[in-house]
């Protein structure tokens, strides 16, 4: 039925769950990374799951505020998976954001406030995610790239970053939308009430990635720690349970594996 | 010898292309990046081919050390030398004094001398330094002419010539006073439309070094988010032209916090750091200490169109200044016995995620 | 207990005095607040439905949840939500609380919520307007459930938290004071994440409130360190916390209550503290390599090894070599002190220490002086 194998990533989020086989409909996904390890490999893969699962009602709506959609599609090609075929589609639906908020002083003259800026981003999303459910796309995911940056287009208002996060949310529960989302943790390390302890009560899941305490190693690029939320609609084995796997990214795929078990 | 080079994504360009190309200073990577040199031959070894073309490069300085530098003046002399449009801006009154003391190539009868003379001093490391030669270089290499290589040797103690600057496009601008981040902002956004990024041939490529950019005499150092916002805006732009800016940044000037989004934002994230002078213990520790003159650390090497991480053998080298002249990066680590086994990351091979080499490290 | 909280809020405000109030907080090493609130929300829900309490109805603020979400919840646990008992009441201030999609989606009306729901929640607009707010929650209760007389109702807000991003503290305990003090009100609770504010606020909501209710992780987090990806989730895998309560009675007395509370799939649970705390305590330790803590016979084992510089005080007098006594007065020391402990045996066995040299590179104990290859 599944045509992607599934891995522990997959097992941990939920995915291998014959049952229900998009069990983040209606959840909000935080990866959460630092310098040391990026967890983008964390969304190519997410993104690969969303679109080769043999349910064509998947949707995607991609925020790109960290690449260009060059590199997400090279990625994903190499991944075994066309993102501009996809967009031709009507699936794929991307958003460069590289210079949203940029142009500031020039259009602040013109009365256009950070607010207002965040205020047309939702606005976009909404009439995407409208469309695609007009289309009978039923799942829509939204993969934000990343938070931190959001909040520098916010021009540093985080308050204005939760409350784009909360009319985003509102999808989620309004026509079951999922939201997938990276955040950097180790900006916030220095801040007293951080907007990632805001993510971290906001999100269902949620992933950690970091680098093995032991330092670098050639054949494991780091470790990951998932953490499933108790909601109603999970797996009774994911409910609130931690699991800590490692991993190796290669160009084709990432690689799971428990710590030591790695032939 | 590209064929060679191992590969592991699908989706790779033939490399043979890579040679024919007529444009010098241009090397192709992997998917579908190529490289401009940084000016220092080893660091375009250990970064596996030096700053791809579209990349943002931060330097995190060290305050009680001028490396940073170092590594500005290579970058730029080498853009100068491939007549690279070129862009630097410091928080200085007089930005374009500093293009008096950047570096002029070493001549080529210059290195021959100097490989000899190292190789009485040292003859393992010579065979290292050759080694580059049997490298991606290798035609150029056969062309002689130093000034059609990839990467040159640059000379610390010969400044560039007054008149070469004339008839290179060159501009200089000072971060100094409050309005200038926007004002900045626009004149990268102008510098870079001259290098518009389309998908065929690369007819040039733009070089912005920016120095110190947060600086605390500059008006704009108090304000972070705006030069978050900056920098974001910089890198953004530099992605969709061909071009490759250059940042040093001090990261103690900077709150923890704001310091960490930097380094989030760079595509090549470097650090360089001083080493404690007439210290007994390190001489004995490193080999090689006498010639140090500081350490350079690799945080981050630029993943694009990739997701792949690069693992390198080692993070950490010390930089050196071989005959007071010329700019070497080494492992800190090895000890000269070892240079042999250990300079393997010399050889492109060792660069790809996928090698599995075990590595000694501290 | 949870019940005796649930008690209070039904039993409700005494005429001229102020209503009862609950606050909940939580934390995310226990996050499990928005569990308790439901909680507290069904019980004292089907307390209004069989008419056991003194409001008649229940006006609910949302902020974290849809008004769906409640609906939904409220019927899984079998309360009638009808549009015939118009019991309960939602201020929908989650869907659009800043008019954004007012702000673009003038005129057009896409509205996907079904009836039932959207008979029972209104939409507000502006949550950052206080006053608005008020007169709003007090218009709502009014006009839907009170008619003649002192017919008084709950209000319950799902997340102070998220009101407090859109305004000031001061402003927020204007309007829970106000309703605290009003006629048509008869009890008050709500939500909050104690760690996304400072002190100061949490200590103005509990100052407001006659209950407090903290729930709490049974084992503090084990490390402080966030980067160290392995330790900080270990105890946060547990649904199960202590729930810890504090009611200000009137008589001046505090009274203080403790309960563990575990999440499951059909909500949360409460149960009086076990006795089998002290092994779940221990299971939750994390496992490390080494000990941190030893057990019984391991303290009674290290108790008594006697260490070299112990030897003197084997159950005798202590003394002190002194040269000028003649040897055969401290005969007594020439005793091996292994034969002289044998005898004292009892039973108990002899602790010693057992040292195994790490390695061969390590040289026995020597007289050499072991800075002398240093090169000064």
Redesign the interface.
């Known amino acids: 039925m599944d045509r992607m194998a599934s891995n522990l990533l997959d097992g941990a989020i939920g995915f291998d769950d014959p049952t229900n086989p998009s069990p983040l409909i209606g959840r909000l996904l935080l990866v959460e990374d630092c ?4 967890g ?2 964390v969304l ?1 893969h997410l993104l690969k799951r969303a679109f080769s699962s043999p349910n064509s009602s998947n949707a995607v709506i991609f925020l790109a505020f960290s ?2 959609f ?2 997400y599609d ?2 994903l ?2 991944l075994g998976c066309n993102l501009a075929a996809q967009r031709d589609n009507g699936r794929f639906v991307f958003f460069d954001m ?2 949203l ?2 142009s ?2 020039k259009t602040r003259s013109g009365k256009e406030t950070d607010e207002g800026v965040l205020v047309g981003l939702y606005c976009k999303i909404q009439r995407a995610v409208d469309a695609l459910i007009q289309e009978n796309k039923k799942h829509v995911t939204i993969v934000i790239d990343d938070i ?2 959001l909040e ?2 916010a ?2 208002s985080s308050n204005l970053v939760l409350d784009f996060l909360h009319y985003c949310h509102t999808l989620l529960s309004e026509v079951g939308c999922s939201i997938i989302a990276l955040d ?1 943790e ?6 007293k009430r951080p907007l990632s302890l805001q993510l971290e009560y906001l999100a269902d899941v949620l992933i950690k990635v970091g680098p093995l305490a032991t ?5 494991v ?1 780091g470790q990951l720690t998932v953490l499933n939320k108790p909601v109603e609609g999970l797996q009774d084995k994911l409910r609130n349970r931690v699991q800590n796997f490692q991993f190796y ?4 795929g ?1 690689e799971f594996f428990y710590s030591g078990s790695r032939a | 010898m590209a064929a060679t080079k191992p590969r ?4 790779s360009r033939n490399f043979s292309s890579a040679h024919s190309s007529k444009t010098p200073g241009y090397k192709h990577g992997p ?2 990046t190529t490289f401009i040199s940084s000016g220092i031959p080893d660091l375009d070894k250990i970064l596996c081919g030096g700053f791809p073309l579209g990349s943002l490069v931060l330097v995190m300085e060290d305050a009680e050390a001028p490396h940073h530098m170092l590594l500005l003046r290579n970058f730029m002399s080498q853009g100068l030398v491939h007549n690279q449009p070129l862009l630097y801006a410091s928080p200085s009154r007089d930005p374009r004094g500093f293009l008096g003391t950047l570096p002029s190539p070493g001549a080529s009868k210059d290195d021959k001398s100097r490989d000899n003379s190292s190789e009485q001093e040292k003859g393992l490391r010579i065979a290292w330094q050759y080694k580059k030669y049997f490298g991606d270089d290798q035609e150029s290499t056969n062309a002689i002419d130093s000034k059609y290589e990839f990467c040159n040797d640059f000379d610390l103690r010969r400044p560039f010539d007054r008149h070469f600057f004339s008839g290179k496009h060159v501009e200089c601008v000072s971060i100094l006073d409050s309005s200038s981040l ?1 004002n900045f902002r626009d004149r990268c956004a102008t510098f870079l439309s001259q290098v518009p990024r389309n998908d065929g041939n690369i007819s040039s490529a733009g070089r912005i070094a920016i120095q110190s950019l947060c600086a605390p005499q500059c008006d704009h150092s108090n304000m ?2 705006e030069m ?2 900056f920098l ?2 910089l ?3 530099v ?2 032209s061909n071009a490759v800016a250059v940042v040093t940044f001090p990261p103690s000037l900077l ?3 704001f310091s ?2 930097w ?2 934002m760079a595509d090549t ?1 470097l650090s360089v750091r001083a080493i404690p002078d007439e210290d007994k213990e390190l001489a004995k520790l490193l080999t090689g200490y006498q010639d140090m003159v500081g350490l350079l650390n690799v ?2 090497v630029a ?7 690069k ?1 390198l053998e080692a ?1 950490t080298f010390s930089i050196k200044l071989q005959k007071r002249r010329y700019l070497v990066l080494e492992c800190l680590n090895q000890a000269p016995i070892d240079v042999s086994s250990g300079s393997s990351y010399g050889s492109t091979g060792s660069c790809s ?7 000694l ?1 501290f | 207990m949870a019940e005796s909280i649930c008690r209070a809020l039904r039993d409700g405000a005494l005429q001229g005095e102020l209503a009862p109030t609950l606050t909940i907080k939580d934390n995310i090493n226990s996050p499990f607040g928005f569990h308790a609130f439901s909680h507290v929300l069904t019980q004292l829900s089907s307390n209004i439905l069989a008419g056991k309490s003194q409001s008649r109805g229940l006006v609910l603020l949302s902020f974290s949840r849809s008004p769906a979400y409640y609906v939904q919840l409220l019927k899984k646990r079998g309360l009638n939500v009808g549009s015939s008992a118009k019991w309960i009441q939602i201020l929908d201030c989650y869907t659009d609380p800043l008019g954004w999609k007012q702000r673009f989606m003038e005129g057009e009306n896409v509205s996907n919520v079904d009836q039932e729901v959207s008979n029972l929640s209104h939409l507000c607009t502006n949550v950052g307007d206080m006053d608005k707010l008020f007169s709003s929650i007090i218009t709502l209760g009014k006009a839907g459930f009170v008619g003649e007389g002192t017919v008084r109702f709950c209000v319950a807000v799902d997340s102070v938290t998220n009101m407090l991003r859109h305004s000031s503290i001061s402003a927020l305990a204007g309007l829970l004071s106000s309703l605290r003090s009003n006629d048509s009100v008869s009890s008050t609770f709500w939500l909050v994440h104690e760690d996304l504010h400072e002190e100061k606020v949490i200590a103005a909501l509990e100052y407001m409130s006659s209950i407090v209710a903290t729930l709490e992780a049974l084992t503090p987090p084990p490390y402080e360190s966030r980067s160290n990806v392995d330790n900080s989730y270990l105890e946060r895998r547990s649904t199960k916390g202590r729930f810890h309560v504090r009611i200000k009675r009137r008589n001046g007395r505090v009274r203080v209550i403790s309960e563990d509370f575990n999440v499951e799939l059909a909500g949360i649970k409460f149960t009086s503290i076990s006795s089998e705390d002290a092994v779940i305590n221990q299971v939750l330790i994390p496992k490390v390599q080494f000990n941190l803590q030893l057990s019984e016979k391991e303290l009674n084992d290290r108790a008594r090894v006697v260490l070299p510089f112990e030897h003197q005080g084997t159950g005798k007098p202590i003394q002190i070599y002194d040269g000028r006594r003649s040897l055969s007065e401290s005969k007594d020391d020439n005793i091996p002190l292994m034969s002289n402990e044998k005898g004292n045996d009892d039973g108990w066995g002899k602790g010693e220490i057992v040292y195994f040299r790490d390695s061969d590179d390590e040289m026995p104990d020597s007289d050499e002086d072991p800075d002398d290859d240093l090169d000064i």
């Not at chain 1, 310098?35 to 990026?38: D, K, L, N």
């Not at chain 2, 995620?353 to 590595?359: I, L």
């Open positions: 310098v040391e390890t990026s983008a490999f190519h690449q260009s060059v590199h090279r990625i090609r190499k590289l210079t908020g940029c500031g002083e931190s940056l520098v287009a021009n540093g950097h180790d900006v916030y390390m220095d801040i330092g670098i190693a050639k054949d690029h990214i290669k160009e084709n990432t | 592991t994504g699908s989706f998917n579908g926007s972070e988010w978050l916002s974001r805006y890198k953004s732009m992605r969709s709150s923890p916090s960490k989004r380094q989030h994230l945080h981050k993943q694009i169109n990739t997701q792949v991480p693992i993070t995620g996928s090698s599995k080499t075990a590595s490290e």
